[in-house]
Structures are given as C-alpha cells and as structure tokens.
T-cell receptor, first 110, second 118 residues
C-alpha cells in the first residue's frame, strides 16, 4: 500500500472552502485514493474516492493531479460540523483493506 | 446508522480477563475488517475476513483472535487483557475483499466498541 502524507492540522473559516492536501507519490496505477473523516470518536465516515479523474459528490470534490502523486479534498462551504480528522488513503487493490495514517485535523472556526 | 452493527458499545473489564466483540456487516457485504484505535495511536488495522476466510492480517496480537461465521457476522476475541488494550475497536464491512480486478472498495464503519481495561 502506498504511503500518504498529510499536514497534521489546518484551520478554515466557516462558510469558506476547505482544501485538504495529500501527497501519495508512490501510489501504483491501480490504487484508488480514498478520503474518510472521523468526527470525535465516531466511526470513520467515507467521503469520496477517485482513481484518475476528478470526482464530486454531495459531500466534497476530489482533485487528483495528472501524475497521481497528490490530491486535494475540497469541502466547498465548510461548517462547524465539518470539524474532524480527515484521512487520505491509497487503497490496496489486493485485499481492499485500508491503512490509515495520522490524517489532518481540520478545525472550522466561526 | 451506517448499517454496520457493533456490540457492545461500551465494556469495562479487568486485566487478565477475556472479552468478545461482535460485528454484523451491512446486508450484502462479504468482507469484515477490524481496527483498533488507542488514545496515543491512530486507527490500526487488525484483521480482515472475506466470506468466512481470513484475507489479510495486520498488527494483531497473538492474544487476539477473530472469526467470521457462515451468516457473515464476525467476532473479535481479546484475551489476557492488559491495560494497554483499552481502546476503541471498530468493525467495517465492504462488498469486496478478495483480489480486486477493478473498481474501488468502499468500507463502511460501525460506531465502535469502547473497551476499558482496569
């Protein structure tokens, strides 16, 4: 499984876009990029995933660079409830297990 | 409600004891994954089962064991408990889990079981 690197913490003003970067320079061609978040001690919540193309759903957008070595998760209008630890994961194509790193703690401030 | 059910939600026990955590996957999911989250560590992958068979193993101690039953629910058994085993234990499930030919494999997590060892 490819290793991912994320900043340990970020702040964002409520109502503004939150852009969370992730580096995955050793990702292999068939490994997806997944984003999850964990609010306090709840179970991790799936946000979005992608392989090569940019993706958007009701929660967020995922921008993947052309060389696939990095990606950015965008929360378009952050709210206080988006305060959480955000995990970027390069998924295993063998078994499907996900290896979590330390993630980025996003603090949304009023 | 994610559809993944974990019981019990909270458990307090003493050192040296044995406990069993239970997980019912989402309907239709064949794979079950167990994770441990301690205060000083992140989410650690323990073990994965696919349709009753062990599929992948992570940092699971020898004192811990798991199995997946024919009805696809899974149990994580923790024995000879130590103070350091106090943690949140999460179960996740997914449709896939065998060698993936293509496509993503989204894991859905349960709410967790909080184990306190005194």
């Amino acid at each position: 499984d490819a290793k991912t690197t994320q900043p340990p913490s970020m702040d964002c003003a409520e109502g503004r876009a939150a852009n969370l970067p992730c580096n995955h320079s050793t990702i292999s061609g068939n490994e997806y990029v997944y984003w999850y978040r964990q609010i306090h001690s709840q179970g991790p919540q799936y946000i979005i995933h992608g392989l090569k193309n940019n993706e958007t759903n009701e929660m967020a957008s995922l921008i993947i660079t052309e060389d696939r070595k990095s990606s950015t998760l965008i929360l378009p209008h952050a709210t206080l409830r988006d305060t959480a630890v955000y995990y970027c994961i390069a998924g295993s194509s063998n078994t499907g297990k996900l290896i979590f790193g330390q993630g980025t703690t996003l603090q949304v401030k009023p | 409600d994610s559809g993944v059910t974990q019981t019990p939600k909270h458990l307090i026990t003493a050192t040296g004891q044995r406990v069993t955590l239970r997980c019912s996957p989402r309907s239709g999911d064949l794979s079950v994954y167990w994770y441990q989250q301690s205060l000083d560590q992140g989410l650690q992958f323990l073990i994965q089962y696919y349709n009753g068979e062990e599929r992948a193993k992570g940092n699971i101690l020898e004192r811990f064991s798991a199995q997946q039953f024919p009805d696809l629910h899974s149990e994580l058994n923790l024995s000879s408990l130590e103070l350091g085993d106090s943690a949140l234990y999460f179960c996740a499930s997914s449709k896939e889990g065998r060698r993936l030919l293509s496509g993503a494999n989204v894991l859905t997590f349960g709410a967790g079981s909080r184990l306190t060892v005194l």
